[in-house]
C-alpha cells in the first residue's frame, strides 16, 4: 500500500548508500525528509523521493561566522 498524498510511503523498500553503494532495507513508513544513516558508513542521508523512494545526503544550512577581519570597533 502506497499513501503519497500525504508525503509518506508505508510500504517497504531498499536504497544504496550515496556514499559507500551499501544497500539498506527500509520498512514501515518512510517520510519525506526522514533521516537515516548507513549502518556500514555511517554516511548520513535523507528520503528526497517517495515514488521510487530516493536518498541524498542530509544537507545543513551553512552557518555564518563573521570574520574576525571584518570586526570594527567604533
Not at 548520513?44 to 530516493?54: K, N, R, S
Amino acid at each position: 500500500m502506497t499513501r503519497l498524498a500525504g508525503r509518506t510511503r508505508t510500504r517497504e523498500g531498499t536504497v544504496e548508500c550515496v556514499d559507500c553503494g551499501t544497500r539498506i532495507d527500509l520498512i514501515g513508513e518512510v517520510k519525506m525528509g526522514q533521516g537515516l544513516t548507513c549502518p556500514e558508513c555511517c554516511t548520513v542521508m535523507e528520503i528526497v523521493g517517495l515514488d521510487p523512494i530516493e536518498v541524498d545526503w542530509i544537507y545543513d544550512e551553512p552557518e555564518y561566522e563573521q570574520d574576525e577581519e571584518q570586526e570594527t570597533d567604533w
